[in-house]
């Protein structure tokens, strides 16, 4: 075995050796936070106005082996400040925030989840040193993912899809000339009055295609204000997909037959109507990628720009 073979060898152990720290060093903030992992877990596996807590870790996972090449490039062992870090957070939590009540605390629960995303962010810093928690830091930020919103706030922004979906419903009912009155979240259509119920207002839907607004904003845009716009849109083509259903689902039970109304259209209706959310997303990502690629394109023409650059001389 040569030395450039010795070396290569070596490095791969350390990097193995790394990594089992790491894994460690995460199993163990885990069982620790255990209380509050259980809470946070709970909650995004049995409530839809949560499905970004159980969808955040395998959106950091995914991101984190999509860019690892970028995050690993550069590692080193930093024990200085990553036990500091886990020290402090440690102590704050267990000394202020660690209670078996989180469910009937709206504001320690959330206060929770930060202590356990920074003891996860300290340990990648203890085993891979800040240059690579600087290029993992998109990945590591989507743990915030994880903090539950509270309660009330979370039931208002129901109850503002809910009226949007509703408002939504009628203009296009109007626009297609189905005569309909409405009042509040009660629609009136020819000989059928149907009310637009919370479980209606289509969150689940809209949490799920900003998520995956997110994903594309990262892996298909490079300007920020891009991917912003992305993820931001998701919400009104969700509201607009979900007054698409509604409307569907009036229309026929006025004038075709009114069982479609307790039928599975209604049931599963996100399934049947959740492919146009996703092509008006789409479209929306190949717009903005067109803008890019022409913005690029104009920089590189651009006569100012060609000028700054440094002449060469032979």
């Not at 969808?55 to 999509?66: C, D, T």
């Not at 024990?79 to 605390?105: E, M």
């Not at 189905?178 to 259509?189: D, E, F």
Request: charged fraction near 15%; aromatic fraction near 10%.
């Amino acid at each position: 075995m040569n030395e450039a073979q010795m070396v290569h060898v070596g490095s791969t152990s350390g990097q193995v050796t790394r990594h089992l720290c790491g894994v460690v060093l995460f199993l163990a903030v885990l069982v620790l936070c255990w209380p509050t992992v259980k809470t946070v877990a709970s909650l995004g596996l049995h409530d839809d106005r949560y499905i970004q807590i159980a969808a955040a870790p395998f959106l950091v996972a995914f991101l984190a082996y999509w860019e690892r090449k970028r995050i690993f490039r550069e590692v080193a062992w930093n024990p200085r400040l990553g036990i500091a870090s886990l020290v402090f957070v440690f102590a704050a939590y267990f000394a202020f925030l660690r209670s078996q009540s989180y469910p009937n605390d709206s504001l320690r629960l959330p206060f929770a989840v930060c202590a356990v995303i920074l003891a996860c962010m300290a340990a990648f810093i203890l085993c891979y040193g800040l240059r690579s928690f600087r290029a993992a830091w998109f990945p590591l930020c989507c743990l915030v993912l994880l903090i539950p919103i509270p309660a009330p706030i979370m039931d208002r922004f129901t109850v503002a899809l809910e009226h949007a979906s509703a408002a939504t419903s009628y203009q296009m009912l109007r626009l297609v000339g189905i005569p309909v009155l409405a009042q509040g979240m009660k629609l009136a259509l020819p000989g059928l009055e149907i009310d637009v119920a919370p479980e209606c207002s289509g969150i689940h839907s809209c949490l799920a295609l900003a998520l995956v607004g997110l994903l594309a904003s990262r892996l298909c845009l490079r300007n920020g204000w891009n991917r912003l716009a992305l993820v931001v849109a998701a919400f009104p083509i969700a509201i607009f997909k979900n007054a698409i259903r509604i409307s569907v689902l009036a229309s026929l039970g006025a004038y075709v037959n009114r069982a479609v109304l307790f039928g599975p259209i209604h049931r599963k209706g996100g399934l049947v109507f959740t492919p146009l959310a996703v092509v008006l997303l789409v479209l929306l990502l190949l717009v903005l990628q067109k803008a890019e690629a022409w913005g690029v394109a104009r920089r590189q023409t651009d006569p100012a720009t060609l000028d700054s650059s440094p002449t060469q001389t032979a």
